[in-house]
């Protein structure tokens, strides 16, 4: 729009036009920034307490280095330790580079905002200087160095997870570890479990433009406060994995040999943040525990079920905020008693946040395919459900997360797209809404080849034109045509008097031969124009008319 033959004034115009679409179509209200730095905290809480509960495994498995299993568990758990390290130093570089970005380009300190009332979350990140900001992280992943950012984040997670998961199956073949078939065969099982139920992936698959639909969907088309929330649950993720395999190695050690007083009580959960009404779930266990001893779990004083020595906890937490709960392991004693071991666990609850943007206007044009793009935070766009209320609007998939918003004809004034989400344990769930107006598009201007009608048309180079034309101008959808299907044609000449035609079609070649009886100060008149659009409905124009210059 801002470029080609242009004059200085009309490129400003046009650029106009384009900064106010991008407004228009981007607006992220305050409410979801805070929102999304209020899910980026809980996310990074919730990673350090994994971090912590790696720690108590790692040290547990350490005071009993005497021990092959221990010390074979141990070796195993430091190679996972250093490439989820190297997955979680990506990130903090990303996120720094980012914040260097939309600060002042030199410290990333000033990517957040300094003021006390921006610490939503006591001893928390606070807010982002720019949280709503679309283009910087879009430049970061996707356009420089023809998106290596993107991709080379995309592949190392895929990488970790991939590395992770054979650490853990060249354990479960060690035989400090699996002395025997049976114990092979429990190793190797609980590993696939393990492989089957880790949430760090990245979906490879490239869209339309060639972009990995991973890479657009959430760190091309997301607020850069969602792109932050986004870069926590790829590390809280790799850090869950890496308790589910560091969990699996110190069950995997004797209970001969691994004493209960080493032991540790560990919460595994398949998430740390659930959407509201979404069911959280954790599984209990203590490591190394003695299959031939029946221990009992309670949670904040109650007891729940335990499955061959691991506790099945469930909850639905229907409030927002960090959830804390207290565990009890009671082990029995050789001697007689109980050997009381005691944890505490936390998970977050969000409220679900739907982003649904128009990529032109928060308008859609009658006869136009109205492109929208519609992502939720944490749900994997096949699971998103999308629909169109009123004004006879209808929607047609355009990848993932994008569609046409088609309207046939007008049938009514607005239209409310709703976004559902399917939920992991089967519900689905309500994720927002947004109100679009219904227009029909502005009737285009009559002209004759490049030439219009605002004042005197030169005889010369209207007798060069071939066509009539009937351009949209400074339409904010590029490429919109119509075309000229009829018109009636009148002349007032000096010479040849008081002439008219009725033309079929656009051509001018059926009033050329009047056209060349003309001379400057003769009157030329356009009639009945009748024009045809993209939503194939005939419109008429308004009359024109000229008085012809040399």
């Known amino acids: 729009m ?55 495994i790692l040290q547990a498995l350490s005071k009993d280095a005497e021990n092959p299993g221990a010390k074979a568990a141990k070796k195993y ?7 989820a390290d190297v997955l979680a130093n990506r990130l903090g570089t990303i996120k720094n580079d980012l914040l260097t970005l939309t600060g002042d380009g030199k410290d990333p300190k000033t990517g957040r905002k300094q003021e ?27 356009v420089k160095d023809q998106g290596k950012n993107g991709k080379d984040l995309l592949k190392l997670i895929n990488d970790t997870r991939t590395q992770m998961l054979n650490v853990l199956n060249k354990a479960a073949n060690d035989p400090a570890l699996g002395k025997d078939e049976e114990s092979k065969k429990f190793l190797k099982a609980e590993a696939e479990k393990i492989g089957t139920k880790t949430t ?26 969602g792109v ?6 790829v590390e809280n993720d790799a850090r869950t994995l890496q308790k589910e395999i560091n969990t699996l190695l110190a069950q995997s050690v004797n209970a001969t040999d691994f004493k209960f007083d080493k032991t540790i009580a560990v919460v595994s959960a398949k998430t740390g943040a659930v959407l509201t009404n979404q069911t959280y779930e954790a599984d209990i266990l203590l490591a190394a525990y003695d299959s031939r001893k029946q221990m009992t779990i309670t949670v904040n004083g109650r007891p729940i079920e335990v499955v061959d020595g691991v506790g099945k906890y469930k ?50 044009y009658v006869g136009l395919p109205n492109p ?37 004809t ?63 101008e400074n339409f904010v959808y590029d490429g919109v045509k119509y075309n000229v299907v009829s018109f009636k044609f009148s002349c007032i000449g000096r010479t040849i008097g008081y002439k008219e035609q009725m033309v079929n079609g656009k051509s001018l070649g059926p009033i050329q031969g009047y056209l060349s009886g003309l001379k400057a100060g003769d009157k030329i008149f356009f009639e009945q124009i009748r024009v045809v659009g993209p939503d194939n409905v005939p419109k008429f124009l308004d009359n024109v008319s000229a008085t012809l210059d040399k």
């Open 2 to 56: 801002a470029g080609g033959k242009l004059s200085a004034r009309q490129k400003m115009i046009n650029m106009m036009y384009l900064v106010l679409t991008a407004l228009l179509a981007l607006n992220v209200s305050k409410e979801i920034i805070k929102a999304f730095n209020l899910i980026e905290n809980s996310l990074d809480k919730s990673t350090s307490n994994i971090i912590q509960a790696n720690g108590q």
């Open 77 to 83: 758990a430091e190679e996972v330790a250093a490439i």
């Open 116 to 142: 006390p009332e921006a610490i939503l979350v006591p001893g928390g990140v606070p807010e982002l200087t720019q949280g709503d900001n679309m283009e910087v992280h879009a430049n970061y992943f996707v």
């Open 200 to 225: 760090l992936y990245a979906e490879e698959k490239l869209n339309a433009n060639g972009i990995p639909e991973w890479v657009s969907m959430y760190l091309e088309h997301s607020p850069l406060g």
């Open 228 to 233: 932050f929330v986004m870069l926590s649950k």
């Open 315 to 364: 909850v639905t937490s229907a409030t927002p905020g960090g959830q804390k709960y207290k565990v009890n392991i009671a082990v029995p004693k050789g001697g007689g008693g109980f050997q009381n071991i005691e944890t505490e666990a936390e998970y977050s609850v969000f409220a679900p946040q739907a982003a649904i943007s128009a990529d032109e206007l928060n308008v859609f």
């Open 372 to 408: 929208i793009s519609i992502s939720v935070g944490g749900v994997d766009p096949k699971n998103v459900m999308v629909q169109a209320v009123g004004g006879g609007v209808n929607l047609k998939p355009n990848g993932a997360g994008k569609y046409f918003a088609l309207l046939p």
């Open 410 to 472: 007008r049938n009514g004034n607005e239209c409310i797209i709703k976004v559902q989400a399917k939920l992991p344990d089967g519900r689905t769930v309500s994720m927002g809404e947004k109100k679009f107006k219904i227009r029909n598009v502005p009737k285009p201007t009559f002209k004759l080849g490049g030439i219009g009608f605002a004042g005197n048309i030169s005889l010369s180079g209207l007798r060069i034109q071939s066509e009539a034309t009937a351009p949209l």
